[in-house]
């Protein structure tokens, strides 16, 4: 098969990460014989030092005329800390987001019994957690009209919904509930937002068209502490904007990294494929962030592609490097490995170079304990 895809990638540690998953594709169209054709286009901080605009209009055209687009990481402190400032790296994620009609964020939330020892979770809890967070990502307080007074002593931002936007990605994740084991919870606070209120309804009108799922609701300060007490509950998780940014953030510690989670941006056009965490300035250029949310990214972007036993070869090559203790820093701060090895040894996995046992002793000359 021929693919074109949309490479962007962004701020931080993005372009290292993303190089791995670049190497992972590679090894992939070798062994399945497929073709993937790369554009590299700008976006955020870098787009901004480059052209001025956190979007430029050539991104929103490649990504609107490609397969997928495949993205790293987004914001640079030297924004964080400005609240003043007119251009800001993440609008132009949040413009692709709504160019492209991205309103579902999909995030897997899995744990691997080897890391079990790095969330703060206690082990017992953690095993079989294995959940998805379906976040809409068009709409909500995100979107809504943004004000401040004159004096610049009142700010406000609106949280608008509207049926149809509640609809479109409630049917989505209702039918992945169905693949999976039939729970769906949303997460709302409907004893006092209007807004929460309105998705219940909707939830509760669409529910009876897939009555093999069962469906309870939580509210999200309950949610919060449910997902750290008893991950196990959860199978699909439907929630709004802001709720599913902070949420999906939390359930990250039961994998034990951020640096390991996914997500795929799904809607109406194009699908854009991201790990979930930021662009860890303090990490960029270092060879030390975590390619595996990057390359489960990759991943889900395969299945997105319809090539499923690519994708289910690449999570092995990960699985691979976790039960054998290739790992970066983040997962191991004595006995690490570089980003990039991690992303030849997942590449060589592809490519079946990976047979019996490895000499970890070659691979060991690159693990450093200096940085
Ligand atoms: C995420 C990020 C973004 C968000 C930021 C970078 C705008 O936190 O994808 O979760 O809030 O959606
Ligand atoms: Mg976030």
């Avoid at 994620?93 to 709504?98: A, E, F, V, W």
């Avoid at 592809?350 to 450093?368: M, Q, Y």
Wanted: proline letters at 4%; one cysteine or more.
């Amino acid at each position: 098969m021929k693919k074109n895809i949309t490479v962007i990638l962004g701020d931080g540690i993005g372009p290292e990460v993303t190089r791995q998953s670049l190497k992972v594709l590679d090894a992939v169209a070798e062994q399945f014989n497929h073709e993937f054709n790369y554009t590299y286009c700008l976006m955020g901080a870098d787009a901004i030092d480059k052209t001025g605009n956190p979007l430029p209009d050539e991104t929103i055209e490649s990504c609107l005329h490609t397969d997928a687009v495949l993205f790293g990481a987004i914001g640079h402190p030297k924004y964080d800390n400005d609240p003043t400032a007119k251009v800001r790296p993440e609008q132009g994620l949040l413009k692709l987001r709504k160019s492209l009609q991205l309103y579902a964020n999909i995030r897997p939330i899995i744990t691997y019994p080897s890391l079990h020892h790095l969330s703060p979770v206690k082990s017992k809890n953690l095993e079989g957690v294995d959940f998805i967070i379906f976040r809409e990502l068009t709409g909500g307080i995100y979107f809504g009209r943004k004000e401040m007074n004159e004096e610049k002593t009142q700010a406000s931002d609106d949280c608008v919904y509207t049926k149809p936007e509640i609809e479109r990605i409630a049917h989505l994740a209702f039918r992945y509930a169905q693949q999976r084991r039939k729970k769906l919870t949303l997460v709302d606070k409907a004893n006092v937002l209007e807004t929460s209120r309105l998705w219940r309804k909707v939830v509760q009108e669409i529910a009876p068209q897939y009555d093999d799922v069962t469906v309870d609701y939580l509210f999200v300060d309950n949610a919060a502490m449910q997902i750290i007490l008893n991950p196990k509950q959860f199978d699909v998780v439907l929630t709004e904007n802001m709720f599913g940014d902070i949420i999906s953030d939390e359930a990250s510690v039961l994998s034990g990294s951020l640096g390991l989670l996914p997500s795929a941006s799904v809607g109406t056009g194009t699908a854009l494929f991201e790990p979930i965490h930021g662009s860890y300035p303090q990490a960029a250029g270092k060879d030390i962030a975590n390619p595996l949310g990057s390359i489960l990214s990759t991943a889900m972007m395969l299945d997105y592609l319809n090539m499923r036993e690519e994708a289910s070869l690449v999570r092995q090559a990960v699985d691979w490097t976790l039960q054998n203790g290739f790992v970066t820093k983040d997962i191991d701060s004595i006995n690490f490995y570089f980003t990039s090895t991690i992303g030849e040894l997942i590449a060589d996995f592809v490519n079946n170079k990976i047979t019996g046992e490895v000499n970890k002793k070659n691979i060991e000359l690159r693990k450093s304990t200096i940085i």
